[in-house]
């Protein structure tokens, strides 16, 4: 099993930046892939980026590239997003997830955290 906790969300003023943070527990492997989504209101979710923990490249989804970054530090098993030039359009709930090896769903949810950019 593994355990996700985000932090980070709040309120934003529209250009500004924010950092989440994923903090993962439990057994977690080096090839598990690692990512973020994000739920606004009335929409599904999506995906907004993702990092392989064993050096694997990342991707981003396309409204967010050249503003967003993901990274990880493996020592804390935690997977940060940094978001910049943030949008009114960003408002979302961000949820990280796991990916084990060899496997096509994200299993593993964390419980989400709001984010609310304001202009």
């Known amino acids: 099993q593994v355990q996700l906790v985000e932090s980070g969300g709040g309120l934003v003023q529209a250009g500004g930046s924010a950092r989440l943070s994923c903090a993962a527990s439990?057994?977690?492997?080096?090839?598990?892939?690692m990512g973020w989504f994000r739920q606004a209101p009335g929409k599904e979710r999506e995906f907004v980026a993702s990092?392989?923990?064993?050096?694997?490249?990342?991707s981003y989804a396309d409204s967010v590239k050249g503003r967003f970054t993901i990274s990880s530090d493996n020592a804390k098993s935690t997977v940060y997003l940094q978001m910049n030039s943030l949008k009114p359009e960003d408002t979302a709930v961000y949820y990280c997830a796991v990916r084990e090896p060899l496997q096509v769903m994200y299993k593993y949810w964390g419980q989400g955290t709001r984010v609310t950019v304001f202009s």
């Open positions: 990092i392989g923990l064993s050096g694997g490249g990342t």
């Open positions: 439990g057994r977690t492997f080096s090839t598990s892939r």
